[in-house]
């Protein structure tokens, strides 16, 4: 463990704590608790929540990437904004996934594509519609979503990845795909010289802590294509991350992906990062009825 990822587990955890106080399921969701999707008896576990007027209905599915520096955050962290996704119309599957430094990338991304594998493999249990997936990712979590989303849209950094970490578990059932997916707060730029990612921290994430050849790999806009997944991308004034959303929507524009960008709030409400998550937060049920519709808008009628 380092210094560094132990301070990160308890300014985030404390922050976290005081946002979600008082707050409880909400009686119109059902929720399943604690389901193993992997080999890891502690991290490998994820909640299925849905409306409970859908019962025997399949529907949409929103799988939840949390954020937290790569080293903090699970699936009850998020519990509270994945309820509110759910109330929205979808099933959704949060998840927790295995944290750096103790597990270094790519175990974060073998762990959402165990993820997806699950949700595949359990669809007829849970009323799942697994013709139409949607992901959305936080902080940390957007980059890892957006380099997923690589991963399953660009055949040559398939290749790339496979071959740099040959004993990974990367795969996904025949033809997966998402509809659409929303990039919350994210990073997706990432240099030796970068002032938002600490040597320390590049250290606890990756296995040969930072080589060139590991940064573009983690460099999520490096490998976009025209075929990466249609985007819904959002930022704020009081977010840190801000500037990096605007550069990938610039590269979107150049390989033509489709993406709706939102920037919330203004210098009289400045926001903050992922304020969307805080149930209390008036802007938060704006935005997330804005992403919640964007993805309606790609659900694909049976």
């Known amino acids: 463990m380092s210094k560094n990822s132990d301070k990160i587990r308890a300014d985030f955890g404390s922050g976290d704590r005081k946002r979600d106080a008082g707050l409880a399921t909400p009686e119109t969701i059902e929720r399943f608790d604690d389901i193993s999707y992997g080999p890891h008896p502690t991290w490998n576990l994820l909640d299925v929540y849905r409306p409970k007027k859908e019962v025997g209905n399949h529907l949409p599915v929103i799988a939840i990437v949390h954020g937290g520096a790569w080293v903090y955050g699970d699936k009850d962290v998020y519990q509270f904004y994945a309820m509110s996704l759910a109330e929205r119309g979808f099933a959704v599957v949060n998840f927790s996934y295995r944290l750096a430094p103790e597990f270094k990338y790519p175990t974060a991304l073998e762990d959402i594509c165990k993820a997806f594998e699950w949700i595949h493999e359990n669809a007829e249990k849970y009323g799942l519609d697994t013709k139409n997936l949607f992901a959305v990712g936080d902080s940390a979590g957007a980059h890892l979503l957006a380099t997923f989303s690589n991963l399953i849209t660009n055949k040559e950094f398939e290749d790339d990845i496979k ?91 150049e390989k033509n992906v489709p993406y709706v960008y939102k920037y919330y709030g203004s210098k009289e409400q400045k926001l903050y990062h992922v304020f969307h998550c805080n149930m209390r937060e008036d802007m938060a049920k704006i935005c997330n009825d804005d992403e919640c519709n964007f993805f309606k808008e790609h659900i694909k009628k049976n």
Do not use: W
């Open 163 to 253: 071959k740099m970490y040959p004993d990974a578990y990367l795969s996904l059932p025949k033809g997966f795909k998402l509809n659409a997916i929303a990039l919350n707060c994210g990073k997706y730029f990432f240099n030796r010289m970068d002032a938002l990612l600490s040597n320390a921290l590049i250290k606890d994430i990756l296995t040969n802590g930072g080589k060139k050849t590991e940064l573009n790999f983690i460099n999520a806009s490096k490998h976009i294509t025209s075929e990466f997944p249609k985007s819904f991308v959002m930022t704020c004034p009081g977010d840190f991350l801000r500037k990096q959303s605007p550069r990938l929507i610039k590269i979107f524009d």
